[in-house]
């Protein structure tokens, strides 16, 4: 059977970085952020851009997913791990010269003790209360510290994708108040604060989602399209119902294609019955009845002939459109998107 073919344009994504560090000054780093496998992309082929394009800062989250990078761009780059250190990672910290970013004193103490320890960072708490360290917990971890400087210390904003929210104003009062006059290399910014301007952008920007067409980056450039085999045509009169539940009833003589992807590929079963559209060439035909675990039934009625792909995401439908009409975020649904998937990559080093 024909595959479901996710395309992930690598040349978008390396404008997309570069369309992002140009918001900033000449001297602040713009990193990428590759966490969850490039955010569902491939972290081998995202890195190996990345890597063409001279990036050499990264953010991911696990050490797995640390090793996983190294492995692809070697050991000239800087990988930061934002779970910090934990003592099940000791074995991979032998290996490789992550650099963690600690977030509590506890992390900095079993830090300070592993034998192989390199360089690390520090993750600070403004006001999102997920990871890092409060005030007096910073103080003590500097203590323990002594002399040893961070390579980096970082917060992240909550809000930022709404640029009006007071929550981004005070978490950059508190990361000044509780940064200032130290003399370390600072982040604060992911790729919505990367877009609320220079006061957020400090010494190094980590944008993510921005890299891969996500909002809340409006300009970026489209970086994927799916395109889903049609493996069956029926006939539908009216009155006739498609799919589970009998969500959707024939209202006109219609023809019904069905497709092979479903939501054990991450297409959420919210998004049935009329709520996005797939694409046979520039013609949108509606997807009706309920999304199943395997299978998509569109209407294509109006085609004058059903082509054996039709397409899902692509610059006109994106992952926030689809994210919207499921009820999440772009995030959710780019990170889901299946393993089945055939991936080709376009731009590959």
Same mark, same amino acid.
């Given at each position: 059977?024909?595959?479901?073919?996710?395309?992930?344009?690598?040349?978008?994504?390396?404008?997309?970085?570069?369309?992002?560090?140009?918001?900033?000054?000449?001297?602040?780093?713009?990193?990428?952020?590759?966490?969850?496998?490039?955010?569902?992309?491939?972290?081998?082929?995202?890195?190996?851009?990345?890597?063409?394009?001279?990036?050499?800062?990264?953010?991911?989250?696990?050490?797995?997913?640390?090793?996983?990078?190294?492995?692809?761009?070697?050991?000239?780059?800087?990988?930061?791990?934002?779970?910090?250190?934990?003592?099940?990672?000791?074995?991979?910290?032998?290996?490789?010269?992550?650099?963690?970013?600690?977030?509590?004193?506890?992390?900095?103490?079993?830090?300070?003790?592993?034998?192989?320890?390199?360089?690390?960072?520090?993750?600070?708490?403004?006001?999102?209360?997920?990871?890092?360290?409060?005030?007096?917990?910073?103080? $003590?971890? !500097?203590?323990? *510290? %002594?002399?040893?400087?961070?390579? &980096?210390?970082?917060?992240?904003?909550? =809000?930022?994708?709404?640029?009006?929210?007071?929550?981004?104003?005070?978490?950059?009062?508190?990361?000044?108040?509780?940064?200032?006059?130290?003399?370390?290399?600072?982040?604060?910014?992911?790729?919505?604060?990367?877009?609320?301007?220079?006061?957020?952008?400090?010494?190094?920007?980590?944008?993510?989602?921005?890299?891969?067409?996500?909002?809340?980056?409006?300009?970026?450039?489209?970086?994927?399209?799916?395109?889903?085999?049609?493996?069956?045509?029926?006939?539908?009169?009216?009155?006739?119902?498609?799919?589970?539940?009998?969500?959707?009833?024939?209202?006109?003589?219609?023809?019904?294609?069905?497709?092979?992807?479903?939501?054990?590929? $991450?297409? !959420?079963?919210? *998004? %049935?019955?009329?709520?996005?559209? &797939?694409?046979?060439?520039?013609?949108? =035909?509606?997807?009706?009845?309920?999304?199943?675990?395997?299978?998509?039934?569109?209407?294509?009625?109006?085609?004058?002939?059903?082509?054996?792909?039709?397409?899902?995401?692509?610059?006109?439908?994106?992952?926030?459109?689809?994210?919207?009409?499921?009820?999440?975020?772009?995030?959710?649904?780019?990170?889901?998107?299946?393993?089945?998937?055939?991936?080709?990559?376009?731009?590959?080093?």
């Amino acid at each position: 059977m024909a595959e479901t073919c996710l395309t992930v344009d690598l040349n978008a994504i390396a404008a997309n970085h570069s369309a992002l560090d140009a918001l900033s000054s000449h001297v602040v780093e713009t990193a990428a952020v590759l966490k969850a496998n490039a955010y569902g992309l491939g972290i081998e082929k995202v890195g190996r851009k990345f890597l063409e394009k001279s990036v050499r800062t990264f953010f991911v989250a696990t050490t797995e997913e640390a090793a996983a990078l190294a492995d692809v761009i070697g050991p000239d780059a800087h990988i930061y791990v934002f779970g910090g250190f934990l003592p099940q990672d000791k074995a991979l910290f032998q290996n490789y010269d992550f650099i963690p970013l600690l977030n509590s004193i506890d992390q900095v103490r079993a830090y300070i003790e592993h034998p192989n320890q390199s360089g690390f960072g520090l993750q600070i708490d403004t006001g999102m209360n997920r990871l890092g360290m409060e005030e007096e917990e910073l103080r $003590g971890a !500097l203590n323990i *510290l %002594g002399d040893r400087r961070p390579e &980096l210390v970082i917060s992240h904003l909550a =809000c930022a994708d709404d640029p009006t929210h007071k929550m981004n104003g005070a978490q950059l009062a508190e990361f000044h108040r509780l940064s200032d006059g130290m003399n370390w290399r600072r982040s604060l910014a992911a790729t919505g604060g990367t877009l609320l301007g220079a006061e957020y952008h400090f010494d190094v920007t980590r944008p993510g989602i921005g890299l891969y067409g996500g909002a809340p980056f409006q300009k970026a450039t489209s970086v994927i399209r799916l395109d889903i085999p049609v493996i069956q045509t029926r006939h539908v009169a009216i009155g006739e119902s498609v799919g589970y539940g009998s969500t959707w009833v024939a209202e006109r003589p219609s023809v019904v294609a069905t497709l092979s992807a479903g939501y054990a590929d $991450g297409l !959420l079963r919210t *998004l %049935g019955n009329g709520h996005v559209d &797939l694409f046979a060439d520039t013609i949108r =035909c509606p997807l009706v009845g309920r999304v199943s675990m395997d299978l998509l039934t569109v209407d294509v009625t109006d085609l004058d002939h059903v082509p054996d792909y039709m397409t899902l995401l692509n610059s006109e439908q994106t992952v926030d459109d689809l994210a919207a009409a499921a009820g999440t975020i772009g995030y959710e649904f780019l990170t889901g998107l299946g393993a089945r998937y055939q991936r080709r990559y376009v731009g590959a080093v």
